[in-house]
């Protein structure tokens, strides 16, 4: 595995589990939410697709972050997809837990997500059939060693 993308709702993981798994398979890891949030950084939908572009197009990297505007190139690229699809209540408690420390989620993209990022993840990923998706649904925290074996 040279390309994983680590996708899912708020507060579903993929940080955490994005840079575990990039450290056991030796791989670059990028954190979308860093990338976008990064001091300074002011995006255009345009600069941010060109900047994403260029991300994915290289070699060997593991990427965390859902962001299903420019999904579609790291998908194309990915030689596994790891998506994680708790329960939103699993998610929301997290969130909240999450905001206690101080971070601010966006929990109206978690409250929207089952009747609309869900489906359009589903739609973005059939466009690939042959791709390795590993999809976790259950209410735990997914380990390395879940998406290895």
């Known amino acids: 595995m040279e390309r ?10 993929k ?12 791989l670059p890891w990028i954190d979308l939410d860093d990338v976008y949030y990064a001091d300074g950084a002011t995006w255009t939908d345009e600069t941010w ?3 994403h572009r260029e991300l994915v197009a290289r070699d060997r990297w593991l990427v965390s972050g859902d962001y299903r ?17 708790p329960p939103t209540w699993w998610c929301a408690v997290r969130a909240v837990r999450r905001s206690r420390r101080g971070r601010l ?16 993840t589903e739609r973005a990923l059939a466009v690939w059939p042959d791709l390795d998706v590993r999809r976790f649904t259950a209410a735990r925290n997914v380990t390395v060693a ?3 074996s």
Do not use: K, Q, S
């Open 49 to 51: 697709a060109a900047h």
């Open 15 to 26: 940080t955490t589990l994005g840079r575990a798994l990039a450290a056991v398979l030796d």
């Open 69 to 85: 505007a420019v999904a579609a190139d790291r998908f194309a690229r990915a030689d596994l997809v790891v998506w994680l699809d």
């Open 105 to 120: 989620d966006c929990l109206r993209w978690l409250r929207r997500y089952p009747r609309h990022g869900r489906l359009e």
């Open 4 to 13: 994983v993308a680590v996708i899912g709702p708020v507060a579903a993981g």
């Open 146 to 148: 879940d998406v290895v």
